[in-house]
């Protein structure tokens, strides 16, 4: 969806910075929103117009813009964590971490690095 330019609330990112609720006491940054709009989170992007030099984005933009990340994170909460990639192929065994090290220091006994 695209703004309406007749019917919706517009603003400047200055003025949507003011609008927002304080993050850790400081408002988003304006170029926070900018990069919303340019390069989007998880994927979504804030709609905006350029009129000229500014940037103008609307109150129904931004509404749109959180409903959609809540939904996304709605759907991405309900699916099944899984072990991180790096994590998949290490094993938490004490035996096997020991048995890893005696290879570390074979390898290096037979390079001559220690004795």
């Not at 117009?49 to 991405?76: C, H, N, P, Y």
């Not at 994590?87 to 938490?92: I, P, T």
């Amino acid at each position: 969806m695209s703004i309406d330019l007749k019917t919706e609330n517009l603003v400047t990112l200055n003025q949507a910075s003011k609008l927002l609720p304080r993050v850790d006491g400081k408002r988003i940054h304006i170029s926070t929103l900018w990069r919303w709009c340019k390069k989007g989170l998880k994927g979504i992007n804030l709609e905006y117009v350029r009129t000229g030099s500014k940037i103008i984005t609307s109150q129904e933009a931004m509404q749109r813009f959180f409903d959609a990340l809540v939904k996304l994170d709605k759907t991405q909460s309900s699916q099944p964590f899984g072990k991180p990639e790096y994590l998949k192929n290490k094993s938490r065994s004490a035996k096997s971490r020991q048995h890893q090290i005696e290879d570390a220091n074979n390898i290096l006994v037979k390079a001559k690095i220690i004795q």
